[in-house]
């Protein structure tokens, strides 16, 4: 990184800009570059939610979960991200943690997310992952029966999403 790229990174009127550039390269494939200015901007601005969920994202891209879970928690840690953001954010968090090994933590933070944005389909799925690895396969499955019952458009699905709905409340009932 040059001397002007860390220079910039003290002006208030530049922060957009050096956000804008960390996220166009890493949408042109510059990942690790991305990751190395979102690094740098995170330091430069460490109250920043905006920059510390995309430093988490630059992380998680390249497979640096446990690195990126510090910028998720920060990001998530005072108002200021845009609902699309922190609803990223929550995913991503969970998701990780869940890489991790670390099931009651990604369990919470996925069911925050659900709380927070229950028409996202990802939540439930992800969520049911994270049940899974606890052990709690029923709430999985239910979880899961009920996003395809509600959001299948195969025709046979759609043509039994009573019955899966009802049998996603209690799959050891019996007729």
Known sequence: MSDEDTDEGTHEGTRDEQLAEAVRLRAQGDRERARQRLVALSAAYPEDTEIAYQAAWAHD?????AEAVPFYERSLSTPGLSAED????LLGLGSTYRVLGQYTKAVDT??????EFPEDGAFPAFLAMALYNTGDHHEAMRLLLTLLATTSDDPSVRSYRRAVETYAQDLDATV
Do not use: I, K, P, Q
Not at 61 to 65: A, C, N, R, T, Y
Not at 110 to 115: F, I, K, P, S, T
């Open 61 to 65: 891209v390249l497979g640096l979960e």
């Open 110 to 115: 996925l069911r925050r997310g659900a709380e």
């Open 86 to 89: 922190r609803r990223g954010a």
